[in-house]
């Protein structure tokens, strides 16, 4: 079955540029998306169509592909903006698949 | 304001069933696909089973699929996942969300917003 690889972890101090990966066959083909996972709260998309963000996510974030890497990049991370991530695509049969998540830690 | 509230989760046994509900407000109801997606305790996001806004097609990730049932009434804002047969490896929150378009074909299409979830535990 098709999957999206992530890094399980990235570690940055505050004010630091957060990159987080997403490794997928069909990514040349597929658009990208990505989520933010607060603890105890439901995801919030951060990012639409690889590089477009949604009205009210900082402008700190912003998305990119490139081949088979999808890549999220905070700029200046915050320590609110740490938690989980999950990029997102879809495989040739249509069905939905979520990256396996990536913690981030800002401190 | 978008909202979805998920509910009737709770503690089922193996080989059991529950159905789960999500209640929209905040927009059109039937113009727009919805979704269920899980998440394990401790574990990441899966998708689940997507309903188009007619409620015509379906569709089902092969974990699921001739288990669970999602269904849809347009006339009540109500969006419905029947789960029957479960498993231990069901247990999960299962989250509602809104998908942007009224179909689900195409990659150009995301889930916003979610709902809180609803936890579903199977155990004997």
């Known amino acids: 079955s098709y999957e999206l690889t992530q890094p399980p972890s990235v570690s940055v101090s505050p004010g630091q540029t957060a990159r987080i990966t997403c490794s997928g066959e069909?990514?040349?083909?597929?658009?990208s998306y990505w989520y933010q996972q607060k603890s105890g709260q439901a995801p919030v998309l951060v990012i639409y169509e690889d590089n477009k963000r949604p009205s009210g996510i900082p402008e700190r974030f912003s998305g990119s592909s490139s081949g088979t890497m999808a890549t999220l990049t905070i700029s200046g991370a915050q320590v609110e903006d740490e938690g989980d991530y999950y990029c997102y695509s879809t495989d040739s049969s249509n069905n939905g698949v979520f990256g396996g998540g990536t913690k981030l830690t800002v401190l | 304001e978008v909202q979805l509230l998920e509910s009737g989760g709770g503690l089922v046994q193996p080989g059991g069933s529950l159905r789960l509900s999500c209640a929209a407000s905040g927009f059109t109801f039937s113009s727009y696909a919805m979704s269920w997606v899980r998440q394990a305790p401790g574990k990441g996001l899966e998708w689940v089973s997507v309903i188009s806004g007619s409620g015509g097609s379906t569709y089902y990730a092969d974990s699921v699929k001739g288990r669970f049932t999602i269904s849809r009434d347009n006339s009540k804002n109500r969006l419905y996942l029947q789960m029957n047969s479960l498993r231990a490896e069901d247990t999960a929150v299962y989250f509602c969300a809104k998908l942007i378009r009224s179909s689900w074909s195409g990659n150009s299409n995301w889930f916003d917003p979610w709902g809180q979830g609803t936890l579903v535990t199977v155990s004997s």
């Open positions: 069909a990514l040349p083909r597929e658009n």
